[in-house]
């Protein structure tokens, strides 16, 4: 009969934090706003609410003497929205970084099956059929823009460890410069068709050793000189770049690309593109657009970060909870006898609860503003890299957005709302007379 | 020794406060656990001996490019290799690209270099007779409910047959098993015969992705590993050979600097977890000034009253600590084997010795840290300002 109340009382609890924590996490701004403002209007209008304010007035200006313990709940909070803002900023620059890299109307082409640009083989023959199809933008000269192209990987030394790590090295076709029209030459100049040249996108350049203009390294056992560094802002900046023929020829791949990209004349004929690709009875290939190719590949690993990440935060919210409840919990009590004094003289259990809640949020919402603030000014931007799908490394970078840090302080309330509303509710059902009593 | 009871009376004196606090240095260390776990996984930090006879050689250029399979008789005839065996990368999707777990053709001597594989005899003969046989680890099998018999379908991504087909099926001839718990990883694995993969492929005929090598003796490993790179010197296939650890070790460190994430991350936990704490213990000290007094009254010196408060931080946060790690070491395996390996190890390592030790060490010093402030005040209290309330 005991266990069975216990245990109503601890699910009644459970739900009890549940649902506003959902509620608050999920909460559009609006609802925010909106609850934000019927609260100052209660205690601007109702007594009951003119009573919260002037104790948690008195809680909040008191805080000053309680700051050793009150630094607890804004320093644990900071901590927690820090790591998920982080987190969450890694896989938001990752997936843009390769999000921007490709459009609607540009399609990539591969072997049936192959799923990567490393695992695929496209033929001189197939390449020159889909450079054909109607849907493939013209240039000036009436030539399709399409570029067949050669994934392959050299090992360079990092700049930051000294250690050999994976850099991609693509062969493009003459069509790269009119399909990546973006790409911004910020130093030297662009390879030279025929010979072994290379030129380094800007991420390349300062991840790796060995890539300045001027400079020439060993591919294969073959000298090539870097003639040019390019901006194209997204993960083509993680590549170095030269001539397909050549890059083929020093690599053995004979004729054959790993894909082909081709301009559509607009976004609008892609389907028209895979279908007359797909009737073709001379080819087995994929098409997808570049856009959704990308995207793909970014998929996996930011999912595998934001788990990880949210992991990471909620075990960090747990302890941080139990901090903020021995804080509030340590404040109520220090504050027992004026808090009986008031409910003495008529003041309402509602108002005492909720003052103490307003007390606790606010010092998380200072706590998670903190974390959140700290996290953008050393975060944003900030570059870091790791694996990508064709084994060589994608260079990114750090997307605090505000949408970010939006939901950075949405979780410090949370935390703020469970670590305030036992000690909230501790105080207002406390006996008057014991509470006179205390100390 | 003696005093552990009046420690421990101190410690649970106000039980909510010691239960929250308990619960937050638990929710640390069991942090500490799992992101130590995976750290060591990427460090190559492995305590685990297997593999340390073996080099790994791939192409020098790159991971992704094969070696002839000719190489092979000349790395067999370096003195100091015992045997010598090829794998290759097969990269074989089941039913859904999202369904990921790694796929090697590998040649017939390949269980004889990997004695931690475990399959019976039969299930061996089996794999060795059938061309189109193939085997898989435990973990994997039971995933997907696969028993020895069936027929599995993968779809090819790298290499399709010489009609052009892309779906391969094989015949499970057997479910191998890694009794080592730091090798539970591997049990996702899927091998297929290599013999098989040649014949039937369109391209790459005749090439293997990597070498693996068997020392006859591990203090040579240097020395013979230099020999087989220079076999291939100045050719167009040049190779890179290495330890099995230190190829790992490399390969996991493209993945970015865990290390430093692990670091910022547990720097930011350990800062609250010290304010957090030293907040608890100096409210504890504050409370029970009075009654530090009365033991000094009572001649216990101002040595053992630094004592007993640094002794119940320490107390502390070994409790949560303790208990953390090992919640910690339960998830680990939990979800261990769930995950693929990644290259020889799985992402995450066991919660072993080596953890524990770093563990223990960090709950002393936090507690020592934690109650240094709270222990000196109880220390320079002076009985008479202490008994008045002063």
Same mark, same amino acid.
């Given at each position: 009969?005991?266990?069975?109340?216990?245990?109503?009382?601890g699910?009644?609890t459970?739900?009890?934090?549940i649902?506003?924590?959902?509620?608050?996490l999920?909460?559009?701004?609006?609802?925010?706003?909106?609850?934000?403002?019927?609260?100052?209007?209660?205690?601007?209008?109702?007594?009951?609410?003119?009573?919260?304010?002037?104790?948690?007035? @008195?809680?909040?200006?008191?805080?000053?003497?309680?700051?050793g313990?009150?630094?607890?709940?804004v320093?644990?909070?900071?901590?927690? $929205?820090?790591?998920?803002?982080a987190?969450?900023?890694?896989?938001a620059g990752? %997936?843009?970084?390769?999000?921007?890299?490709?459009?609607?109307?540009?399609?990539?082409? =591969?072997?049936?099956?192959s799923?990567?640009?490393t695992?695929?083989i496209?033929?001189?023959d197939s390449a020159?059929i889909v450079?054909?199809?109607?849907q493939?933008?013209?240039?000036?000269?009436?030539q399709?823009i399409a570029?067949?192209?050669?994934?392959?990987?050299?090992?360079?030394?990092?700049?930051?460890?000294?250690l050999?790590?994976?850099?991609?090295?693509?062969?493009?076709?003459?069509?790269?410069?009119?399909?990546?029209?973006?790409?911004?030459?910020?130093?030297?100049?662009?390879?030279?068709?025929?010979l072994?040249?290379?030129?380094a996108?800007?991420?390349?350049h300062e991840?790796?050793?060995?890539l300045?203009?001027?400079?020439?390294?060993?591919?294969?056992g073959?000298l090539?000189?870097?003639?040019?560094?390019?901006?194209?802002?997204d993960?083509?900046?993680?590549?170095?770049?030269?001539?397909?023929?050549?890059v083929?020829?020093t690599?053995?791949r004979?004729?054959?690309t790993?894909?082909?990209?081709?301009?559509?004349t607009?976004a609008?004929?892609?389907?028209?593109?895979?279908?007359?690709?797909?009737?073709?009875p001379? =080819?087995?290939?994929?098409?997808?657009t570049?856009?959704?190719?990308y995207?793909?590949?970014?998929?996996?690993?930011?999912? %595998?970060?934001r788990?990880v990440?949210?992991?990471?935060?909620?075990?960090?919210?747990?302890?941080?909870?139990f901090?903020?409840?021995?804080?509030m919990?340590?404040?109520?009590?220090a504050?027992?006898?004026?808090?009986?004094?008031l409910?003495?003289?008529g003041?309402?259990?509602?108002?005492?609860i909720v003052?103490?809640?307003?007390?606790?949020?606010?010092?998380?919402?200072?706590?998670?503003?903190?974390?959140?603030?700290?996290?953008?000014?050393?975060?944003?931007?900030?570059?870091?890299s790791t694996?990508g799908?064709?084994?060589?490394?994608v $260079?990114?970078?750090f997307r605090?957005?505000?949408l970010?840090?939006?939901?950075?302080?949405k979780w410090?309330?949370?935390?703020?709302?469970?670590?305030g509303?036992?000690?909230?509710?501790?105080?207002a059902?406390?006996?008057?007379m014991?509470?006179?009593?205390?100390? | 020794?003696?005093?552990?009871?009046?420690?421990w009376a101190?410690?649970?004196?106000?039980s909510?406060?010691?239960?929250?606090?308990?619960?937050?240095?638990?929710?640390?260390f069991?942090?500490?656990?799992?992101?130590?776990?995976?750290?060591?996984?990427?460090t190559?930090a492995?305590?685990?001996v297997?593999?340390?006879?073996?080099?790994?050689t791939?192409?020098?250029? *790159?991971?992704?490019? *094969?070696?002839?399979?000719s190489?092979l008789?000349?790395?067999e005839?370096?003195?100091?290799?015992?045997?010598?065996?090829?794998?290759?990368?097969?990269?074989?999707?089941?039913?859904?690209?999202k369904?990921?777990?790694?796929s090697?053709?590998?040649?017939?001597n390949?269980?004889?270099l990997?004695?931690?594989w475990e399959?019976s005899?039969?299930?061996?003969?089996?794999?060795?007779?059938?061309?189109?046989?193939?085997?898989?680890?435990?973990?994997?099998a039971e995933?997907?409910?696969w028993? @020895?018999?069936?027929?599995?379908?993968l779809?090819?991504?790298?290499?399709p047959?010489?009609?052009?087909?892309n779906?391969?099926?094989?015949?499970?001839?057997?479910?191998y098993?890694?009794s080592?718990p730091?090798?539970?990883?591997?049990?996702n694995?899927?091998?297929?015969k290599?013999d098989?993969?040649?014949?039937?492929?369109?391209?790459?005929?005749?090439?293997?992705?990597?070498?693996?090598?068997?020392?006859?003796?591990?203090?040579?490993a240097?020395?013979?590993a230099?020999?087989?790179d220079?076999?291939?010197?100045? *050719?167009?296939?040049e190779?890179k050979?290495e330890?099995e650890?230190?190829?790992t070790?490399?390969f996991?460190?493209?993945?970015?600097?865990?290390?430093?994430i692990?670091?910022?991350?547990m720097?930011?936990?350990?800062f609250?977890l010290v304010?957090?704490t030293?907040?608890?213990m100096?409210?504890?000290v504050? %409370?029970?000034?009075? %009654?530090?007094a009365?033991?000094?009254?009572?001649?216990?010196?101002n040595?053992s009253?630094l004592?007993? $408060?640094?002794g119940?931080?320490?107390?502390?946060?070994?409790l949560?600590?303790?208990?953390?790690?090992?919640?910690?070491?339960?998830? @680990?395996n939990? @979800?261990?084997?769930s =995950?693929?390996?990644?290259?020889p190890? *799985?992402?995450?390592?066991?919660?072993?010795?080596?953890i524990?030790?770093?563990?223990?060490?960090?709950?002393?010093?936090?507690?020592?840290?934690?109650?240094?402030?709270?222990?000196?005040?109880?220390?320079?209290?002076?009985i008479?300002?202490?008994?008045?309330g002063r």
């Amino acid at each position: 009969m005991n266990t069975l109340r216990i245990l109503r009382t601890g699910a009644a609890t459970a739900v009890a934090i549940i649902v506003p924590m959902v509620l608050l996490l999920a909460a559009p701004w609006w609802a925010l706003a909106a609850s934000l403002a019927a609260l100052v209007a209660w205690m601007a209008l109702t007594r009951a609410g003119r009573q919260a304010l002037s104790i948690a007035r @008195v809680g909040i200006a008191t805080i000053g003497q309680r700051l050793g313990s009150s630094s607890v709940v804004v320093v644990g909070i900071a901590g927690v $929205v820090g790591v998920l803002v982080a987190l969450l900023a890694m896989a938001a620059g990752f %997936e843009a970084t390769l999000a921007q890299t490709g459009t609607d109307d540009m399609a990539i082409v =591969l072997r049936a099956g192959s799923q990567t640009e490393t695992n695929s083989i496209v033929d001189h023959d197939s390449a020159q059929i889909v450079s054909q199809a109607a849907q493939v933008l013209k240039n000036l000269h009436g030539q399709p823009i399409a570029s067949p192209e050669l994934v392959v990987v050299a090992s360079l030394p990092k700049r930051s460890t000294g250690l050999d790590a994976n850099v991609e090295l693509r062969g493009v076709g003459d069509g790269a410069w009119d399909l990546h029209r973006n790409i911004k030459i910020i130093d030297g100049r662009k390879f030279s068709p025929g010979l072994r040249e290379l030129m380094a996108g800007k991420s390349a350049h300062e991840q790796f050793k060995g890539l300045d203009v001027g400079s020439s390294l060993k591919l294969n056992g073959q000298l090539w000189n870097v003639v040019g560094i390019f901006d194209s802002a997204d993960s083509h900046n993680s590549e170095v770049w030269g001539d397909t023929p050549v890059v083929g020829a020093t690599y053995r791949r004979g004729s054959n690309t790993n894909s082909v990209v081709v301009q559509l004349t607009d976004a609008g004929a892609f389907d028209a593109f895979k279908a007359a690709l797909a009737s073709d009875p001379r =080819l087995k290939v994929d098409v997808m657009t570049t856009h959704d190719y990308y995207n793909r590949q970014s998929e996996t690993m930011s999912r %595998e970060i934001r788990i990880v990440g949210t992991t990471i935060a909620v075990i960090m919210a747990i302890g941080a909870v139990f901090g903020a409840l021995n804080t509030m919990y340590a404040a109520v009590s220090a504050r027992a006898r004026e808090i009986a004094t008031l409910r003495a003289i008529g003041f309402r259990g509602g108002p005492v609860i909720v003052s103490v809640l307003l007390e606790t949020m606010l010092l998380a919402l200072l706590g998670g503003a903190l974390g959140a603030t700290l996290t953008w000014a050393i975060f944003d931007n900030y570059t870091a890299s790791t694996l990508g799908m064709n084994f060589s490394q994608v $260079v990114f970078s750090f997307r605090v957005s505000p949408l970010l840090l939006w939901s950075g302080l949405k979780w410090a309330l949370a935390i703020g709302f469970i670590g305030g509303v036992f000690p909230a509710m501790r105080a207002a059902r406390m006996p008057v007379m014991a509470g006179l009593r205390e100390l | 020794m003696k005093y552990f009871q009046l420690i421990w009376a101190a410690l649970f004196r106000r039980s909510t406060r010691t239960l929250f606090t308990l619960l937050s240095v638990l929710a640390a260390f069991l942090l500490f656990g799992l992101l130590d776990s995976v750290r060591s996984a990427f460090t190559g930090a492995t305590n685990s001996v297997a593999g340390a006879d073996r080099l790994i050689t791939v192409s020098k250029i *790159s991971l992704t490019l *094969s070696l002839p399979k000719s190489l092979l008789e000349r790395i067999e005839a370096q003195p100091g290799v015992a045997e010598a065996t090829y794998a290759n990368w097969f990269g074989g999707i089941y039913q859904d690209p999202k369904n990921f777990f790694p796929s090697q053709a590998v040649a017939d001597n390949f269980l004889d270099l990997y004695p931690e594989w475990e399959l019976s005899a039969d299930q061996r003969r089996a794999f060795h007779d059938i061309r189109t046989g193939a085997i898989v680890g435990a973990s994997l099998a039971e995933k997907y409910h696969w028993k @020895v018999g069936d027929k599995i379908p993968l779809q090819a991504t790298l290499f399709p047959q010489k009609d052009g087909s892309n779906t391969w099926t094989f015949d499970l001839v057997g479910i191998y098993h890694m009794s080592d718990p730091n090798l539970r990883g591997q049990e996702n694995n899927f091998y297929l015969k290599w013999d098989y993969l040649d014949e039937a492929r369109q391209l790459d005929k005749g090439t293997v992705g990597w070498y693996v090598v068997k020392l006859a003796d591990r203090r040579n490993a240097d020395r013979v590993a230099e020999a087989i790179d220079a076999l291939s010197f100045d *050719s167009d296939h040049e190779t890179k050979t290495e330890s099995e650890q230190a190829f790992t070790a490399a390969f996991a460190g493209q993945f970015g600097d865990i290390g430093l994430i692990v670091g910022a991350i547990m720097g930011a936990v350990f800062f609250t977890l010290v304010l957090l704490t030293g907040n608890t213990m100096a409210q504890a000290v504050r %409370e029970r000034v009075p %009654e530090l007094a009365i033991l000094k009254t009572l001649g216990f010196s101002n040595r053992s009253v630094l004592g007993l $408060v640094l002794g119940e931080s320490v107390l502390l946060i070994v409790l949560g600590g303790v208990v953390g790690l090992a919640l910690a070491g339960v998830v @680990v395996n939990a @979800v261990r084997t769930s =995950l693929p390996a990644m290259g020889p190890t *799985s992402p995450m390592l066991p919660v072993g010795g080596a953890i524990w030790l770093q563990g223990l060490c960090l709950m002393i010093l936090v507690g020592l840290i934690v109650g240094a402030l709270p222990a000196v005040r109880g220390m320079r209290l002076r009985i008479v300002d202490a008994l008045s309330g002063r």
